[in-house]
């Protein structure tokens, strides 16, 4: 098998995809803008070959660095990034060399357009907020204001994240949206829905069938993280409830997912919104075609003792997977993980601007024990999630929030 792995030196764990493909057998094949001396070891060591181009952004250098590889080694099985930013190139060359095994370049607007995904959710039942497309004009988007009321949610139809999300309280701020905003045209506007952002992040076969299953809380306005350059924190819970289970299933039959590891983001609401639903109900945000962003699938291996980097490469290879549900998962720092145990998996970061009451020397020591990840952020990760990060494993509810806590007290 020839797998293709477009940018696989970024974020830097991504190389365990690659390793993990290795072991099994593929043949793994590198694309990217990097310098080949500049990968790590890990890397160059899973890579049968690496191919370098000038520009990622230019599709005619990917394209004939994907033809050189299926010249010098014949068909190519699959094409994937794992990567939000490159998931439409990644569509177009698999429609371009007939790689059947991924999304297609037809299909990629369901994915990446959050007005698109709304007839998704709408065909498959599944709730979700109402919403307007801005280019329909501000009057039509003042009749939504009186349908849905304020606040509501201004963002881009195609984007990643919180940027350039505008919160929108009252009829003076819609009209200033549409005046101020750039290219407002290209962005949609949704009712404002309360609660934690959780996601279903899974791994799905062939059949559209589940291999694994987690879930992610994230905080209820990554929004203002993101535009006010606040604190971050988030984890990876022990188990996923039933009721996102069910929509996560459900969400992934709508779209019609098969094969991929994917990232579904919902709101778990914390008041009654009618036909929404109630308090702990589930309602559908986004889908995202890939994994979570940063080193989410390394907390996901560390909460539930497992390897989603081998599950997902199982999937590739064998369209099953061959890990154990308690299967233990050593960490880069060789810390033994307990047989058949579930964590809390929780991330807390630090913005260079604030000064703390507890050093870093203080975290570092006092989680010892419990201390799985403790890094700088890459600078183009920063801006949404700090620049000093600190991943723990815990036991329980009280103490995540006290580790929280210990790292964000401000002086």
Same mark, same amino acid.
């Not at 080193?295 to 560390?302: A, H, K, S």
């Not at 081998?310 to 720092?333: C, E, G, L, P, Q």
């Given at each position: 098998?020839?797998?293709?792995?477009?940018?696989?030196?970024?974020?830097?764990?991504?190389?365990?995809?690659?390793?993990?493909?290795?072991?099994?057998?593929?043949?793994?094949?590198?694309? /990217?803008?990097?310098? !080949?001396?500049?990968?790590?070891?890990?890397?160059? +060591?899973?890579?049968?070959?690496?191919?370098?181009?000038?520009?990622?952004?230019?599709?005619?250098?990917?394209?004939?660095?994907?033809?050189?590889?299926?010249?010098?080694? $014949?068909?190519?099985?699959?094409?994937?990034?794992?990567?939000? !930013?490159?998931?439409?190139?990644?569509?177009?060359?698999?429609?371009?060399?007939?790689?059947?095994? $991924?999304?297609?370049?037809?299909?990629?607007? #369901?994915?990446?357009?959050?007005?698109?995904?709304?007839?998704?959710?709408?065909?498959?039942?599944?709730?979700?907020?109402?919403?307007?497309?801005?280019?329909?004009?501000?009057?039509?988007?003042?009749?939504?204001?009186?349908? %849905?009321?304020?606040?509501?949610?201004?963002?881009?139809?195609?984007?990643?994240?919180?940027?350039?999300?505008?919160?929108?309280?009252?009829?003076?701020?819609?009209?200033?949206?549409?005046? +101020?905003?750039?290219?407002?045209?290209?962005?949609?506007?949704?009712?404002?829905?309360?609660?934690?952002?959780?996601?279903?992040?899974?791994?799905?076969?062939?059949?559209?069938?589940?291999?694994? +299953? #987690?879930?992610?809380?994230?905080?209820?306005?990554?929004?203002?993280?993101?535009?006010?350059?606040?604190?971050?924190?988030?984890?990876?819970?022990?188990?996923?409830?039933?009721?996102?289970?069910?929509?996560?299933?459900?969400?992934?039959?709508?779209?019609?997912?098969?094969?991929?590891?994917?990232?579904?983001?919902?709101?778990?609401?914390?008041?009654?919104? $009618?036909?929404?639903?109630?308090?702990?109900?589930?309602?559908?945000?986004?889908?995202?075609?890939?994994? /979570? $962003?940063?080193?989410?699938?390394?907390?996901?291996?560390?909460?539930?003792?497992?390897?989603?980097?081998?599950?997902?490469?199982?999937?590739?290879?064998?369209?099953?997977?061959?890990?154990?549900?308690?299967?233990?998962?050593? /960490?880069?720092? %060789?810390?033994?993980?307990?047989?058949?145990?579930?964590?809390?998996?929780?991330?807390?970061?630090?913005?260079?601007?604030?000064?703390?009451?507890? #050093?870093?020397?203080?975290?570092?020591?006092?989680?010892?024990?419990?201390?799985?990840?403790?890094?700088?952020?890459? +600078?183009?990760? #920063?801006?949404?999630?700090?620049?000093?990060?600190?991943?723990?494993?815990?036991?329980?509810?009280?103490?995540?929030?006290?580790?929280?806590?210990?790292?964000?007290?401000?002086?």
């Amino acid at each position: 098998m020839n797998f293709i792995f477009i940018s696989p030196h970024f974020p830097h764990t991504y190389w365990e995809f690659c390793n993990r493909l290795k072991q099994n057998g593929v043949t793994v094949l590198g694309i /990217a803008d990097a310098d !080949y001396n500049s990968l790590s070891n890990e890397l160059k +060591e899973s890579l049968t070959e690496y191919y370098k181009v000038d520009n990622m952004e230019d599709y005619n250098q990917v394209f004939k660095a994907v033809a050189f590889f299926s010249f010098k080694y $014949g068909k190519i099985d699959w094409i994937e990034s794992n990567n939000e !930013y490159w998931l439409e190139q990644d569509a177009r060359l698999r429609t371009d060399f007939h790689v059947t095994t $991924g999304i297609q370049f037809d299909q990629i607007r #369901s994915i990446k357009e959050k007005s698109e995904m709304k007839k998704y959710y709408k065909a498959g039942g599944i709730p979700t907020a109402r919403q307007v497309k801005a280019n329909y004009g501000l009057v039509n988007a003042q009749n939504f204001a009186e349908l %849905a009321g304020f606040p509501l949610i201004g963002k881009p139809d195609v984007g990643v994240g919180a940027g350039g999300t505008y919160k929108i309280h009252d009829y003076n701020e819609l009209t200033a949206f549409f005046n +101020e905003v750039p290219f407002v045209d290209h962005y949609v506007i949704e009712e404002f829905i309360s609660g934690d952002i959780c996601s279903y992040d899974a791994i799905v076969d062939s059949k559209g069938e589940p291999l694994f +299953e #987690s879930m992610t809380v994230w905080p209820p306005s990554i929004m203002d993280i993101v535009n006010k350059q606040l604190d971050l924190d988030y984890y990876v819970a022990k188990e996923v409830p039933k009721k996102l289970k069910l929509i996560g299933r459900q969400t992934v039959k709508a779209f019609e997912v098969k094969s991929r590891f994917v990232h579904l983001e919902f709101f778990r609401l914390d008041s009654n919104r $009618g036909e929404l639903g109630g308090p702990g109900d589930f309602v559908a945000l986004e889908v995202n075609m890939r994994p /979570a $962003g940063g080193y989410t699938p390394d907390m996901i291996n560390y909460a539930h003792s497992t390897d989603v980097y081998r599950i997902w490469a199982d999937m590739v290879a064998y369209d099953k997977s061959r890990v154990a549900s308690a299967n233990t998962h050593t /960490a880069h720092n %060789a810390l033994a993980r307990a047989w058949n145990n579930e964590y809390y998996c929780v991330f807390a970061s630090r913005r260079d601007v604030y000064s703390y009451v507890h #050093s870093h020397q203080e975290i570092v020591e006092r989680y010892a024990g419990q201390l799985v990840m403790c890094e700088r952020m890459p +600078e183009i990760l #920063s801006g949404a999630m700090g620049n000093q990060m600190y991943t723990v494993k815990l036991a329980t509810v009280e103490e995540k929030d006290e580790f929280i806590r210990f790292v964000h007290e401000k002086k």
